[in-house]
């Protein structure tokens, strides 16, 4: 937070006032007179997670006195979704917008006027559980239609003067926000039992596989995803001799009793290598991979998230190939795994008047209006099955 100190030599006259027998003591509040007008929203973090309080401040100058106005703190988070028609970029065929919640509070009113001074206001107010990630993505679906989803969150102040528009002052936020499921366990696996056929349908045997999230966090977007294969080819007659490690973002986003879906391949990385028959003894380092969660646009933003219009996945698929005549299907491995939107905005810092010595009021609590039914509460990507990505 933004720190504030009281005056020494307030704090001394308030004693002198006293010990003189004054019961209510005024003091003089702190004025830095060649300052602007200035209403700042601070925020303390860079993102918070559904079910956490936004906390933060709102810093006020006034270098002079004000008319009879109201400080207003608002807040939304919102998601959108717009389809445009293939080889058209004019007005969206589909367009619609739910709310997650809203606040709209007074934090302070002045009905005879706003003395001159520095303010403090200190706030917070509870994020919904069920609050979906911050998400933006846009791309053509496998019929050209072109998708725009987004999830956003704001804040706002302003100081609203009903018969003096022209001295409103006021201050935008946006922030980031991430699902409940990013605390659940980043460091994931699933295993599985393949068979293997091959010429005439001839059983081969069977592979063992699992394939492994590595790391103490979740990966989020333009970050780096690590992922382990762990083969065991002890029960199979077939020698393994290629394996690719691919990482895909499948969305689907429904509006208008339609769906539309778009795959898409972040990482592939094929690999030579080989286990003979009957063994369990490996490279290692052949099956670890280092997958970068990089966007083709630095705006695009997505996120795993499933919501009543946005469904976003993003699934690991390991295939596994023998060597044999008759090349049959690869074993395959595939799972879900958790991905957090990245941090987009920077911090901003005020450019406080010099003395800053603000009157700090003490911390409003608000709640908000919650825009959905608890039934749409998801549990998230832990409870979905596996998707195809082909």
Not at 174 to 198: C, L
Request: glycine residues 4%; charged residues 20%; contains cysteine.
């Amino acid at each position: 937070m933004v720190k504030s100190s009281s005056s020494s030599s307030d704090s001394d006259e308030t004693l002198e006032l006293i010990s003189q027998g004054h019961p209510n003591p005024q003091v003089t509040r702190s004025i830095a007179p060649d300052s602007s007008p200035m209403v700042f929203l601070f925020l303390d973090c860079i993102h918070y997670v559904a079910g956490e309080k936004v906390t933060g401040e709102i810093l006020l100058n006034l270098p002079s006195d004000y008319p009879a106005g109201s400080l207003i703190l608002s807040s939304t988070g919102a998601e959108e979704v717009f389809v445009y028609e293939p080889l058209s970029s004019e007005k969206a065929k589909i367009q619609e917008v739910s709310e997650v919640y809203r606040l709209e509070v007074p934090i302070k009113e002045w009905k005879k006027g706003i003395q001159a001074g520095q303010y403090v206001f200190p706030f917070n107010f509870k994020l919904p559980q069920y609050s979906p990630s911050t998400f933006y993505y846009a791309g053509e679906d496998a019929r050209n239609y072109y998708i725009k989803a987004q999830v956003s969150y704001s804040v706002n102040i302003r100081l609203e003067l009903p018969h003096h528009s022209d001295l409103t002052l006021s201050h935008s936020r946006m922030f980031v926000v991430r699902n409940k499921q990013t605390h659940s366990k980043p460091n994931i696996s699933i295993e599985t039992r393949e068979s293997v056929y091959g010429c005439c349908c001839t059983n081969k045997g069977n592979t063992y596989l699992k394939l492994s999230v590595k790391g103490e966090e979740h990966s989020q977007i333009e970050g780096t995803l690590r992922y382990k294969l762990d083969p065991d080819n002890t029960n199979c007659k077939a020698p393994i001799n290629y394996v690719t490690g691919e990482v895909s973002l499948v969305l689907e986003v429904t509006v208008s009793s339609q769906t539309f879906r778009i795959v898409k391949t972040l990482s592939s990385i094929s690999r030579a290598t080989w286990i003979s028959a009957f063994t369990s003894l490996v490279y290692e380092k052949d099956f670890e991979y280092n997958a970068e969660l990089k966007m083709n646009n630095a705006e695009l933003n997505p996120s795993s998230n499933q919501t009543p219009m946005i469904n976003c996945m993003f699934v690991i698929e390991v295939l596994v190939f023998y060597d044999l005549s008759c090349k049959g299907k690869p074993a395959r491995i595939a799972m879900p795994f958790h991905v957090n939107p990245k941090n987009t905005f920077i911090r901003e810092e005020p450019k406080l008047p010099v003395p800053w010595e603000p009157e700090e009021a003490p911390i409003s609590n608000f709640l908000v209006e919650s825009c959905r039914p608890t039934s749409q509460e998801v549990e998230g990507m832990a409870s979905l099955s596996t998707p195809d990505t082909r």
